[in-house]
T-cell receptor, first 116, second 112 residues
Framework: DQQVKQNSPSLSVQEGRISILNCDYT??????FLWYKKYPAEGPTFLIS?????DKNEDGRFTVFLNKSAKHLSLHIVPSQPGDSAVYFC???????????????FGSGTQLTVLP | EAQVTQNPRYLITVTGKKLTVTCSQN?????MSWYRQDPGLGLRQIYY???????DKGDVPEGYKVSRKEKRNFPLILESPSPNQTSLYFC???????????FGPGTRLLVL
């Protein structure tokens, strides 16, 4: 049972437009969320994160929104650029027990293609 | 340059032939982890280590072993690989208690 779901395997967007990538989670213990970007033949790289005490976090062209009641988060990229074409993974973290490392649970990823 | 390195990057082997994938980080991170990526399943954690000599199972540990004798190294061992372990493997590291993990470039493994 996947605790973090990305229901859209792929998304195509025109350059300059907004890209919206969605992620749903089921575990109410998750309290920290991250987005990673992955290019072919490379490892995932951290993009942006949000704590459950916030509902929005912005970093340049990237904004993450968190709706805790719906257990839903989204990544907005504005404006989209061809270099943003990559696989985007949503990840969530819950502290398993006091003093432990924070574990990440990943979604299955969404392939974003930004068309010139 | 801060980085996580993995070797080899590509590996083709046969069922039952023991192999080791190395992982090394130069950031003095306490936490290290191994993931496998499969189509439609995202990244699933195999094993993790909170520090030297402290390792624990992740979500899919069957068929794998790890060791953490030094802080910088975290090798993944497949004692008797099987075709269902054909996958893309990533090593990652982070400071203790910090969610942001740094990933290696990946190792693509094919078990025949």
């Amino acid at each position: 049972d996947q605790q973090v779901k990305q229901n859209s395997p792929s998304l195509s967007v025109q350059e300059g437009r907004i890209s919206i990538l969605n992620c749903d989670y089921t575990n109410s213990m998750f309290d920290y969320f991250l987005w990673y970007k992955k290019y072919p033949a490379e490892g995932p790289t951290f993009l942006i994160s949000i704590s459950s005490i916030k509902d929005k976090n912005e970093d340049g062209r990237f904004t993450v929104f968190l709706n805790k009641s719906a257990k839903h988060l989204s990544l907005h990229i504005v404006p989209s650029q061809p270099g943003d074409s990559a696989v985007y993974f949503c990840a969530a973290s819950a502290k398993r027990f006091s003093g432990s490392a924070r574990q990440l649970t990943f979604g299955s990823g969404t392939q974003l293609t930004v068309l010139p | 340059e801060a980085q996580v390195t993995q070797n080899p990057r590509y590996l083709i082997t046969v069922t039952g032939k023991k192999l080791t994938v190395t992982c090394s980080q130069n950031m003095n991170h306490e936490y290290m982890s191994w993931y496998r990526q499969d189509p439609g399943l995202g990244l699933r954690q195999i094993y993790y280590s909170m520090n030297v000599e402290a390792t624990d199972k992740g979500d899919v540990p069957e068929g794998y072993k790890v060791s953490r004798k030094e802080k910088r190294n975290f090798p993944l061992i497949l004692e008797s690989p099987s075709p269902n372990q054909t996958s893309l493997y990533f090593c990652a590291s982070s400071r203790q208690g910090v969610e942001t993990q740094y990933f290696g470039p990946g190792t693509r493994l094919l078990v025949l």
